[in-house]
């Protein structure tokens, strides 16, 4: 597509339960990222998939946290037993994977645990 | 590790020039970048500096110095529309292109 896609754009969710991010890179990109931002923050690294690498998971904050890369297009983050501290816009970036070039996001995922 | 140091706020004038600075610590670092952040909007991506230098691109230019593990990005001729937090972000190895971003400076540009 012409730009990283991601949805649902809002989510609310009661504590406890489990959600799913989706985030639909450009086409070709071989990198995606998620990236977690609180109000007025920067931008927290979560999880990174390179080509076919096995994904670095360094920045997953807990294990209710796991995302995976289908095809190596298409990504879902999903976040199990939610918590109010989950609270946050998740963002996804893509890249070509080419050492310079810059991130395209996508618009996030605002989520809202209650 | 590496974190990366900016000012929370910044506020000049429009038709002025602004410096936005960024210091970092780090093993392994590869190059700085600049991203633009409008409220409630994602983040663009502004500029790298892979080299030690200016680079230039439009009203906007961005400066890495390796020796003094600083850079800055500098907005000349500034518009109201500039009014954004703007990011910098470090590579932390050269074989993936995984960034770290400082916190953020908000730059209120006034009339």
């Known amino acids: 597509g012409a730009g990283v896609s991601q949805s649902p754009s809002n989510k609310v969710t009661e504590k406890g339960k489990d959600v799913e991010l989706r985030c639909d890179p450009i086409?070709?990109?071989?990198?995606l990222y998620w990236y977690r931002q609180s109000l007025g923050q920067g931008l927290e690294f979560l999880i990174y998939?390179?080509?076919?690498?096995?994904?670095?998971k360094s920045g997953l904050p807990s294990d209710r946290f796991s995302a995976e890369r289908t095809g190596g297009s298409v990504s879902t983050l999903t976040i199990q037993r939610t918590q109010q501290e989950d609270s946050a816009v998740y963002l996804c970036?893509?890249?070509?994977?080419?050492?310079?070039?810059?991130?395209?996001f996508g618009s996030g995922t605002r989520l809202t645990v209650v | 590790g590496q974190s990366l140091e900016q000012p929370s706020e910044v506020t000049a004038v429009e038709g002025a020039i602004v410096q936005i600075n960024c210091t970092y610590q780090t093993s392994g670092f590869y190059g700085l970048s600049w991203y633009q952040q409008h409220d409630g909007g994602a983040p663009t991506f502004l500029s790298y500096?892979?080299?030690?230098g200016l680079e230039e691109t439009g009203r906007f230019s961005s400066f890495l110095s390796r020796s003094d593990s600083y850079g800055y990005l500098l907005l000349q001729e500034l518009q109201m529309k500039d009014s954004a937090s703007y990011f910098c972000?470090?590579?932390?190895?050269?074989?993936?292109?995984?960034?770290?971003f400082g916190g953020g400076t908000r730059l209120m540009v006034k009339p």
């Open positions: 972000a470090g590579r932390t190895n050269n074989a993936g292109n995984m960034l770290t």
């Open positions: 998939f390179q080509g076919n690498s096995a994904p670095d």
């Open positions: 970036a893509s890249s070509p994977g080419t050492a310079g070039y810059g991130y395209t």
């Open positions: 086409s070709g990109h071989t990198a």
């Open positions: 500096n892979a080299l030690d």
